[in-house]
Nanobody, 121 residues
Framework: QLQLVESGGGLVQPGESLRLSCAASGGTLDYYAIGWFRQAPGKEREEISCIGMTGISSVKNSVEGRFTISRDNAKNTVYLQMNSLKPEDTAIYSC???????????????WGQGTRVTVSS
């Protein structure tokens, strides 16, 4: 029932910023943890950030200080603010909802379709 749709990706130059959105429909995100993941060409998918039901969040060490996750339950949306983007950030970014409400566990209950981020000079 729950559907997730990512938006906000695009082509930017190194050092620029993007804000990704993960909008839910068909249900509320209030009781899910939401994670952002990315997969670069030829590489494994990796978790980059997760925010739990209470708003407590975690970020991958390599993006700490540049990426910030937030949630707006009133808008049923989770955001990923990405600053100081680097070429190695180029990937397909996807969001996922986890019914383990405090953490992003090993199994996601719902996935979005992904949005492409390209960082290139």
């Amino acid at each position: 029932q729950l559907q997730l749709v990512e938006s906000g990706g695009g082509l930017v130059q190194p050092g620029e910023s993007l804000r990704l959105s993960c909008a839910a429909s068909g249900g509320t995100l209030d009781y899910y943890a939401i994670g952002w993941f990315r997969q670069a060409p030829g590489k494994e998918r990796e978790e980059i950030s997760c925010i739990g039901m209470t708003g407590i969040s975690s970020v991958k060490n390599s993006v700490e200080g540049r990426f910030t996750i937030s949630r707006d339950n009133a808008k049923n949306t989770v955001y990923l603010q990405m600053n100081s983007l680097k070429p190695e950030d180029t990937a397909i970014y996807s969001c996922a909802a986890f019914s383990t409400p405090f953490i992003c566990s090993d199994h996601a209950d719902h996935w979005g379709q992904g949005t492409r981020v390209t960082v290139s000079s």
